[in-house]
């Protein structure tokens, strides 16, 4: 079956300016979780939804950061005036529960120039 | 700051060689995974370990869990070109059953 999609895969944008990145779960999954993961580094959590409602936005960096998921199932993940330093790729990962395996997309290379 | 610290952090050696890694923390974890990462795609699942002592078997890999489920090893028999990839730990922690913490990561290349 389809796997966690997440468009677009590469995004290239100037500093300050606004990006919205994409993610499409696995059918079915009520849990759906962003991640970023830097250069040389293990992804790190972003924020934690079940259904429409984000149960843990403990990982998003500043109020910049911004992730919806209105229907409980497509995400986007929302980041207004960029800065060089969000470049990144950023994972989304989606379970049947909170308790079950993550399944993680291919995720989307964010560059700020 | 990472929570579980790999190592090594790069690690290349000649095919049909064996090859351990590691992953430490002072944290008590309640399940350890390891996954997989290719170029361009997201983390696979290679295993998870629940208990403490636990021992898990996958073809030529061999994952542990320590007893006091603060660290975990993978080793690889034989290692095979296929094996090349980034090799991530990640756990949950018993206060955040959803919250995946990740180390950094260890690049292993297995040379033909």
């Known amino acids: 079956g389809a796997g966690v999609s997440q468009t677009p895969s590469n995004k290239v944008t100037e500093k300050g300016k606004y990006v919205e990145l994409r993610c499409d779960p696995i059918?079915?999954?009520?849990?759906l979780y962003w991640y970023r993961q830097s250069l040389g580094q293990g992804p790190e959590f972003l924020i934690y939804?079940?259904?429409?409602?984000?149960?843990?936005d403990s990982g998003l960096p500043n109020d910049r950061f911004f992730a919806v998921r209105p229907e409980g199932s497509v995400s986007t993940l929302k980041i207004q005036r960029t800065e060089r330093g969000d470049s990144a790729v950023y994972l989304c990962?989606?379970?049947?529960?909170?308790?079950?395996?993550?399944?993680f997309g291919p995720g989307t290379r964010l560059t700020v120039l | 700051t990472q929570l579980l610290e790999q190592s090594p952090q790069f690690l290349s050696i000649q095919e049909g060689e064996n090859l351990t890694v590691y992953c430490n923390s002072s944290?008590?974890?309640?399940?350890l995974q390891w996954y997989r990462q290719e170029p361009g795609e997201g983390p696979v699942l290679l295993v998870t370990?629940?208990?403490?002592?636990e021992v898990k078997k996958l073809k030529r890999l061999t994952f542990q869990f320590g007893d006091a489920r603060k660290d975990s090893s993978l080793h690889i028999t034989a290692a095979q070109p296929g094996d090349t990839g980034l090799y991530l730990c990640?756990?949950?922690?018993?206060?955040?059953?959803?919250?995946?913490?990740f180390g950094a990561g260890t690049t292993v290349t297995v040379r033909a």
């Open positions: 939804f079940q259904g429409t409602g984000a149960a843990d």
């Open positions: 990640a756990g949950y922690q018993a206060s955040n059953d959803y919250k995946l913490s």
């Open positions: 990962a989606s379970s049947l529960t909170r308790r079950d395996t993550q399944y």
């Open positions: 944290s008590v974890f309640s399940s």
């Open positions: 059918s079915g999954h009520t849990a």
């Open positions: 370990v629940v208990t403490g002592g």
